[in-house]
Every structure is written in C-alpha cells, then in structure tokens.
C-alpha cells in the first residue's frame, strides 16, 4: 500500500485527523512529508522515544549550526543543560502559586460569564467565552494587567498560524511582527513594579539561579501567548464535546470521573497536534534511517490515538486509568503548566455543571484551519432550560 497523503489542512483531516493518523501508523509511523520537508512520527513508542533523547533530536536550533534570535531564547526552545535552571525557576513558581485561589477565582470567571451569555438568545464559545475566560485567567496567573483584547488577541492568532509556516510560508512574517508587538507588550510589564503572579515570583528568583532576565522575558511572552491560545483550543474541544454529547457534564460530575474525564478529553482530542525536533546526528527511529540536520515531527494526536498504548482508543473512557498521553507533552519539554491548564478546565466544568441550563448547539460548527492547534473557529451555542422528570409515584 503506497504511503497514506497526509495534508493536515486538508478539509477532511481538520474535521477528523484521526482515521488519517491510523493509516500512518499502520502504513508509514515514520513519513517524510515534501511540502514540510520532514520526517513525521505517529507511533506513540517513537514519539516518546524522540521526547526523551534530547542530546539526539533537538528543540534548540542553534545545536545544529541555525540561528536563533534572542527574542526565541525562552523555556519553549532551549535544551538541557542550558534549559534546566529557567525550567526550574518556572516550575518553582508555578509550585508557589496559590492554585486554591486560582481555582476559585477561575469558577467564578465562568460562572459570570456564563450568567451574561444566558441573556443571549444565540452566542459563539470561542468568541464569547473562551477567548475572554482564557485572557482574563491567564492575566491572573501571570499577574498582569490585561491587555486590550482585540488587538492581543489578532497578534495571538498570527502566531498560532505562524506555527503552520512550513505548510503556509505567507504566515511567518505577520507571525513574527506579533511576537515582536507582544514583546512591546512584555517590556512594558517590567517597567511596572509588578502584581503578584508567576511572572513577579520569576523575576525575584532569576538572579539567585543565574537565568538572564532576557530568558525571563521571553518566556513570560510564551506563556502569555502559549497560555491564552492552548487554554482557549482546549476549552472549545472539551465544550464541543459536551455540547455533542448530551450526559457527558453529568457523568463529569460524578467523583469518580472528574478528574480522569477531564484529562481523558485532553488525550482524546486536545488542542496541541505536535511538536518538531532536528536530529543532530544520524539516527534511527523504527527502521528509518533520519540524517543529522533532518525535522522530526511528533505527531502527539496519533500517538494518543496508538492501540499499541491505549485500549479502545478511539473511545471517550472517562475512568481511564493510568492515562499517558502526550497532550501536554513529554520530557524537557513537557508543558510546564499542564497543572494550571487542568486546573482551569476543571473550573470551566463545575461552571456548565452548576448552571442551570443545558448548554447546547444553536448552529453549525467550523474548525479552525491550522495544524499544529486543533480548535474551533465557530462554536454557536444557546442555553436551554433542563426538563426535568417529575415522578408520579406516590411518596411511601
């Protein structure tokens, strides 16, 4: 059987990339792909064994003689050792935070919004409710002002299609105005004395450990964008998917399910598709020979869709357990704030479980059409009023 035409802007795969990702694994777990000009990786044994060696594939570019401007050294592209300390004093931070508070705050973000949208006959969670939740919280986490929306939230959409450049060359360069506009936007916070938060609790750590306030920067800058454009995919996938399955929120509500539910969603279908690496050595991944200088596409999607690791893994198994999915990652480069991530879906969850309406489809769904971020361009929703059954049985 010849090599499955993987083309991940294709129509059908932006609907459902998964009958895709089975053929590759079967046919081809290690594709070289022209129009990207790498390999691609679908087997969840081969993603996690690239993740894992990092003195042979590389996220840092610079190992393999490539430039990197300054504005890219941040927590997303170095690599160990030079890695270890920033990712330390982040994951420190992270650890400080108040997650209880967090979370508190976050359930009641929701919930407001929620209560506005409910006056509305017809509204879009993407733009209505993800987009401003996720800004809103990612401020709090961070401990900035918010920004004005529509101009953050244009530059943060031509960054995530920027990432898309290798099948789409026109979206580097607004991608790369962006950074350089959200970059602005950074220098502007250490300017300011600073509201408590990840990024104050960074800058005071940094020189203890030696990071360069440069790498601090820079990473507040990814974590902002990163943050707000991971956290407003993966709300859209988890409410499309209550939204498509009427009983889903109430079995999410069961103890039991909340907390493997919600990572099981992530797994199932999350919002990062994949992450690149450059062998900088000749290398072997299954039977492929890969040359140093070669990409390495992890596909993290097909992985977690990969029967070899998952039973019946094209099924939604709310209890499943253990569940090692790549969708926040693996290794150096693991999400660094999947805690905070779940943290957020778990309040966006109690909000829709509490309200006392159904959420439900007021019109057609639209995916967005990038590749390395699986979300919704148009989520159309209306909330409905729950009937309730009321029994006739007489009281005993």
């Not at 087997?43 to 890219?72: I, Q």
Request: hydrophobic share 40%; with cysteine.
């Amino acid at each position: 059987m010849p090599p499955p035409d993987y083309d991940p802007l294709a129509p059908v795969n932006l609907r459902d990339p998964y009958p895709t990702y089975a053929l590759m694994r079967e046919h081809a777990p290690v594709l070289w792909h022209d129009r990207m000009q790498c390999w691609v990786v679908s087997r969840y044994a081969d993603c996690v064994a690239v993740l894992r060696d990092h003195d042979t594939f590389a996220r840092d570019p610079r190992r393999v003689g490539e430039a990197l401007s300054e504005p890219s050294l941040s927590v997303q592209s170095l690599d160990p050792p030079e890695l270890g300390p920033l990712r330390r004093l982040l994951m420190n931070a992270v650890h400080a935070h108040d997650l209880d508070g967090f979370a508190q705050r976050g359930r009641e973000r929701a919930a407001d919004l929620l209560s506005v949208l409910a006056e509305k006959e017809t509204f879009d969670v993407v733009a209505d409710f993800a987009s401003p939740f996720s800004l809103e919280s990612v401020c709090d986490l961070l401990g900035v002002d918010r920004p004005e929306p529509g101009s953050f939230v244009a530059a943060s959409d031509a960054i995530m299609r920027s990432m898309d450049a290798g099948l789409r060359p026109e979206t580097a360069e607004p991608g790369r105005l962006a950074r350089h506009q959200l970059s602005a936007l950074v220098a502007s916070w250490f300017a300011d004395s600073g509201k408590p938060g990840l990024l104050a609790d960074m800058r005071r750590g940094a020189p203890t450990v030696g990071v360069p306030e440069t790498y601090v920067r820079n990473t507040a800058r990814v974590l902002f964008q990163g943050g707000y454009s991971t956290m407003v995919a993966a709300i859209g996938n988890v409410v499309a998917l209550l939204m498509e399955r009427p009983g889903l929120l109430e079995r999410l509500g069961a103890s039991e399910f909340r907390h493997c539910g919600i990572d099981e969603m992530i797994r199932y279908d999350g919002p990062v598709q994949g992450t690149s690496r450059t062998a900088t050595c000749a290398a072997t991944i299954g039977s492929t020979r890969i040359a140093a200088g070669q990409t390495v596409l992890v596909l993290y999607a097909a992985a977690n869709h990969d029967p070899e690791q998952f039973a019946r893994p094209d099924e939604l198994l709310l209890d499943r357990s253990p569940n090692p999915h790549l969708g926040f990652g693996w290794g150096p480069h693991a999400c660094a704030g999947t805690i905070l991530a779940q943290t957020v879906l778990h309040a966006v969850v109690d909000a829709l479980a509490e309200h006392p309406d159904r959420l439900c489809p007021s019109g057609s769904f639209a995916r967005r059409r990038t590749a390395t971020m699986r979300g919704w361009e148009r989520l159309p929703a209306a909330f409905a009023p729950v009937t309730r059954t009321t029994s006739t049985e007489e009281s005993p």
